[in-house]
């Protein structure tokens, strides 16, 4: 082993021992939880280690090294320059994160990978206290083992990917937004705004959360506006949200704001760039020698048809590959996690009016549906889809957690003779 790959290992160890005493901090914080961050944490770093020194996971082919070459050739002029190839919002940006601890550092592929673990890790904390805030501590225990062992939340947590960056960001803005449903304060409307921000700067549909949290502060301080005024009073919090809440809606609508990945208002809402994002999407899939694009069949080619093979593409991001799409054995381990959305999501549909009677849950029900539509429409193939929905499964079970069964294992009871 030469004196580079010693480093390179010392460097991803290290990174896990300093990962294992951030959980140590946290669950001396949050004692109940203690058990499953320990849990999730050696499962994560289990399978990063698995990963590094066995056989390659699923999925962590030309992205993942992309995004670690990526990162090296922007280390190599030092910190000062590696900050400089500091990218916004972008799919790169989080080969920045890792150049910023290569340039500090040297070249590790598994101290990139741990920084996924890292954010896995907190990604299962951040989950457990969403579903407390929602249901209460003995539910958000069941939710919190959900995550630790989901199997895309293990695995996108061990590989250098955008994932687990974005599932840390994006709990932490629907923490705020719970919060804010629950009790307001401007405390939860800055964490939520801050998460979904966060989440933004690694893919650019992810902002979609924030304009429909933003619409949602704006229809209900416009409510209250509406309610006091016909009292003759004039709620000064409800108009200051209003119209910090009415700043974005307006700079989207007007065109004077783009975003990545939707573009402008104009771009985001034109039926035929919708069209032509599906097309592209599906024929550059066809392409790919893995064989996962969706059939033809399932490709727009007008406006109108996008309106009714929507349906078709949404069941095909949540539930794909079908069993007639299979032409490979790996697709049928996108065919186990089909299985496990089509559970959740037959669950959240049979409880639904339980679901929707929660304000804050009703408003994770809409930011989910959101993204649903948006990553509908820019996937192409079930590989893909595979990706693209694990980016809110956690959303998904800790909405359904309270109805999943209980499995409990009974002892046998041994017979006791009697005395004689």
């Not at 669950?27 to 050696?42: E, I, Y």
């Not at 293990?154 to 932490?172: C, G, P």
């Not at 307006?250 to 097309?279: E, H, M, W």
């Not at 024929?283 to 064989?291: F, M, R």
Request: proline residues 5%; positive net charge.
């Amino acid at each position: 082993m030469g004196r580079s790959a010693v480093i390179a290992d010392f460097l991803g160890f290290t990174a896990l021992i300093f990962i294992a005493v951030y959980v140590l901090i946290c669950a001396h914080r949050w004692p109940s939880a203690a058990k499953l961050l320990w849990v999730a944490f050696m499962s994560r770093a289990g399978a990063a280690l698995f990963h590094f020194y066995v056989a390659p996971l699923p999925d962590s082919g030309a992205d993942a090294r992309s995004f670690e070459r990526v990162a090296w050739e922007w280390a190599q002029g030092g910190f000062g320059e590696a900050l400089g190839h500091f990218t916004g919002p972008h799919s790169y940006f989080i080969s920045w994160i890792i150049a910023l601890f290569y340039a500090a550092t040297d070249r590790s592929l598994l101290l990139a990978q741990s920084l996924s673990v890292f954010m896995g890790t907190g990604t299962v904390l951040l989950g457990w206290l969403l579903a407390c805030e929602l249901w209460g501590g003995r539910v958000a225990m069941k939710a919190g083992w959900v995550l630790v062992f989901f199997p895309t939340l293990v695995l996108y947590s061990a590989i250098t990917m955008r994932e687990a960056y974005i599932w840390f960001f994006l709990l932490l803005g629907l923490l705020g937004a719970v919060r804010w449903a629950r009790q307001g304060g401007l405390k939860s409307l800055l964490l939520a705004a801050f998460g979904f921000v966060g989440a933004t700067f690694f893919h650019g549909a992810m902002i979609v959360g924030l304009l429909v949290f933003v619409a949602a502060v704006f229809g209900q301080s416009l409510r209250r506006l509406m309610s006091r005024l016909s009292v003759k009073r004039v709620p000064l919090t409800a108009l200051a949200l209003l119209v910090v809440a009415a700043v974005p809606v307006v700079a989207f609508t007007s065109g004077a704001v783009s975003v990545p990945k939707l573009g402008d208002i104009s771009r985001a809402t034109d039926p035929q760039v919708l069209v032509a994002i599906a097309v592209s999407r599906t024929k550059s899939s066809a392409d790919a020698p893995d064989g996962a694009a969706y059939p033809n069949w399932t490709v727009p080619n007008t406006p109108t048809e996008l309106i009714y093979k929507l349906p078709v593409r949404v069941g095909y991001l949540l539930l794909s590959p079908f069993p007639w799409d299979v032409k490979k054995t790996s697709h049928l381990i996108g065919m186990f996690d089909a299985a496990l959305y089509l559970l959740l999501i037959s669950i959240a549909w049979w409880h639904r009016k339980a679901i929707l009677a929660d304000p804050a849950a009703r408003l994770l029900v809409m930011l989910t549906f959101a993204y649903i539509l948006v990553f509908s429409v820019g996937t192409g193939n079930f590989g893909t889809a595979m990706r693209h929905r694990a980016k809110f499964v956690a959303i998904l079970i800790v909405l359904t957690t309270p109805f999943l069964p209980c499995l409990k294992i009974k002892r046998p009871v041994r017979a006791v003779k009697a005395a004689s």
